[in-house]
Antibody, heavy 123, light 106 residues
Framework: QLQLQESGSRLVKPSQTLSLSCAVS??????????WSWIRQPPAKGLEWIGY???????YYNPSLQSRLTISLDRSRNRFSLRLNSVTAADTAIYYC???????????????WGQGIPVTVSS | DIQMTQSPPSLSASVGDRVTISCRAS??????LNWYQQKPGEAPKLFIY???TLQLGVPSRFSGSGSGADFTLTIRSLQPGDSATYYC?????????FGQGTKVEI
């Protein structure tokens, strides 16, 4: 059974870099059938998709975050990571990693999620 | 970006009630609409994909319908464990977007 587990800094100072990793178990991150996404949820708010990465290393980012964002893949450790630069209080959220499914006729969805990691941006 | 609008933002119902949640897209998204259930302190869970296909393990009292821009999530006979926030998500474009959620209280 596929499982995803987020880890990283839970407290980040304003203007610094938020760094998170997602460990994938029970499946391979090199499976070309899927992509690997980050999604966040500010306190008491809805869900915002951040971006994804494919096994090829190709990425697609939410334009609202693109200038500050890097998502990378570590195939040897079966994990993927997120780096968000120049953070502000508005980046405070629960950050989830998720597996993204895409089928040409059926669209795109997230079929497996990590439990989430709360990140606070504060001095 | 495709905007997703859910209604109502919240609702209160009784055990055994039939509950309907609506989701409207700002443009035609075919049947590329998914529903997630999120309980407090938990990650969202995929419930329905491709507008009407139930994810494995989801009770059959849940159903989804719609195509184009208007979609509905129906809970046929509300149970205590269905108390949660439900989100729709469009998967028609690479820039995934979610509705703002509907909180269901029992």
């Amino acid at each position: 059974q596929l499982q995803l587990q987020e880890s990283g800094s839970r407290l980040v100072k304003p203007s610094q870099t938020l760094s998170l990793s997602c460990a994938v178990s029970g499946g391979s991150i090199t499976d070309d059938s899927y992509s690997w996404s980050w999604i966040r949820q500010p306190p008491a708010k809805g869900l915002e998709w951040i971006g994804y990465i494919y096994n090829s290393g190709g990425t697609y980012y939410n334009p609202s975050l693109q200038s500050r964002l890097t998502i990378s893949l570590d195939r040897s450790r079966n994990r993927f990571s997120l780096r968000l630069n120049s953070v502000t209080a508005a980046d405070t959220a629960i950050y989830y990693c998720a597996r993204s499914v895409w089928r040409f006729e059926d669209g795109r969805w997230f079929d497996t999620w990590g439990q989430g990691i709360p990140v606070t941006v504060s001095s | 970006d495709i905007q997703m609008t859910q209604s109502p933002p919240s609702l209160s119902a009784s055990v055994g009630d039939r509950v309907t949640i609506s989701c409207r897209a700002s443009q035609n998204i075919s049947t590329h609409l998914n529903w997630y259930q999120q309980k407090p302190g938990e990650a969202p869970k995929l419930f329905i994909y491709r507008a009407s296909t139930l994810q494995l393990g989801v009770p059959s009292r849940f159903s989804g319908s719609g195509s184009g821009a208007d979609f509905t999530l129906t809970i046929r006979s509300l149970q205590p464990g269905d108390s949660a926030t439900y989100y729709c998500q469009q998967g028609h474009t690479i820039l995934y977007t979610f509705g703002q959620g509907t909180k269901v209280e029992i």
